[in-house]
C-alpha cells in the first residue's frame, strides 16, 4: 500500500551503496557517526591515571524523496580505537548521499592521554562530541566522553 513502512535496512559496513526498491519513493536516514576512542593509563612509582572515554559521534535524522531502484553512496564512520597509554583516536564521519546532498553525521574525538600526576583533584576531560550533523530534519551534537581519573599510591 502506499504510504506503508514497508521495511528497514541498517547499513553497518564501512561504505558502499544502497540501492532502493522498485516501489520505493521516500526514506528516513537516521545516523550516526563513530565515537571517539578512550585515552589510556599512565603511572609512575607513587601515582596512576588513566584518560577519559571518547565522545559520541553526532546523529540526524532526514525525511528523504528518492527514486526507484536507484544506488544511493553512503559511509559508516567508524569508531575510534583506544590507545594504551596514549590519547584515544577520533572516529569517523557518517555520510549519506541523495543527489546534489549529503547528509553528514561527524565523528567524536578521543580522549587526551593522563600524565601521571600525585596532585589530588586532577581531572582528565573525556573526548568531545562530534560537532552537529549536517542537513537533517534533526541535527544533534555527540555526547562529551566520561572524565578520567587519578589515583595517588602511598
Not at 576512542?37 to 525525511?63: D, M, P
Not at 583516536?89 to 580522549?111: E, L, Q, R
Amino acid at each position: 500500500m502506499a504510504g506503508d513502512l514497508i521495511g528497514r535496512t541498517y547499513l553497518t559496513s564501512s561504505s558502499g551503496t544502497f540501492t532502493t526498491s522498485g516501489s520505493t519513493n521516500t526514506i528516513v536516514i537516521r545516523g550516526v557517526a563513530g565515537g571517539g576512542g578512550g585515552a589510556g593509563c599512565t603511572s609512575v612509582a607513587s601515582a596512576a591515571s588513566c584518560g577519559g572515554g571518547g565522545g559520541a559521534g553526532s546523529y540526524l535524522e532526514k525525511q528523504v524523496s528518492v527514486s526507484p531502484s536507484t544506488g544511493y553512496s553512503y559511509t559508516c564512520g567508524a569508531a575510534g580505537t583506544g590507545v594504551s597509554g596514549g590519547a584515544g583516536n577520533n572516529g569517523g564521519n557518517s555520510t549519506f548521499v541523495v543527489g546534489a546532498t549529503t547528509y553528514t553525521c561527524h565523528g567524536g574525538t578521543g580522549a587526551p592521554v593522563a600524565t601521571a600526576t600525585t596532585t589530588t583533584g586532577t581531572a582528565y576531560a573525556g573526548g568531545a562530541g562530534g560537532t552537529v550533523s549536517t542537513n537533517g530534519d534533526l541535527n544533534t551534537t555527540g555526547q562529551p566522553g566520561a572524565p578520567g581519573q587519578m589515583t595517588a599510591v602511598t
